[in-house]
């Protein structure tokens, strides 16, 4: 009873915006709490893998079939991303990925940049090079795109003129088994 003898004693242009205040401040720290870009961490790699993934940060598009590049936090040159919700992320100069290890994931050829796959348990699907100076993974997420491997043809040129073959040569890493 209190509190409403409160509320009424307030003039009647802050008693009707108080309601949706507090509506629009509850809407607000929901947006930031869930609706911010989570971290993807950077890899980390020698001076000559780490010059290829600069070299390829530099090289990718600002838009990938209609998705907006927004990279993720912290800034990094080995990470880049596209959309927002879901998002494809791409990671330059990881590990070798366990995926190209499995001979039945080999995926798919797209302008001569050869790529392993898996699917990610969640409906996406994750993809990596096998045949370059430093891998480069795109992790697709369901949804985002109407064939999931539909982003990779957005990344293929940037890859090949950036990140050399392993064995120097300027050939379709097609050619070659994929690890």
Not at 11 to 32: E, F, K, S
Not at 93 to 117: H, M, S
Request: hydrophobic share 40%; glycine share 8%; with cysteine.
């Amino acid at each position: 009873m209190a509190s409403r003898d409160l509320l009424n004693r307030l003039p009647a242009p802050v008693r009707w915006l108080a309601l949706p205040a507090a509506l629009l401040g509850c809407t607000a720290w929901m947006v930031t709490a869930w609706g911010g870009d989570p971290d993807v961490p950077a890899p980390s790699q020698d001076a000559e893998t780490a010059r290829y993934c600069a070299a390829l940060h530099a090289a990718l598009p600002a838009e990938v079939l209609g998705h907006p590049r927004r990279d993720p936090s912290p800034a990094s040159p080995y990470t880049a991303a596209w959309g927002s919700s879901p998002r494809t992320v791409m990671t330059c100069g990881a590990d070798r990925p366990d995926l190209l290890n499995d001979t039945d994931r080999k995926g798919p050829c797209v302008d001569e940049v050869g790529w392993g796959l898996t699917e990610d348990g969640a409906g996406g699907y994750r993809f990596a090079t096998g045949m370059r100076k430093a891998y480069v993974v795109v992790e697709v997420p369901a949804g985002a795109y109407p064939n999931y491997a539909d982003p990779l043809g957005s990344f293929s040129d940037a890859i090949r003129a950036a990140v050399p073959r392993i064995d120097g040569t300027a050939d379709s890493d097609c050619l070659d088994d994929a690890s």
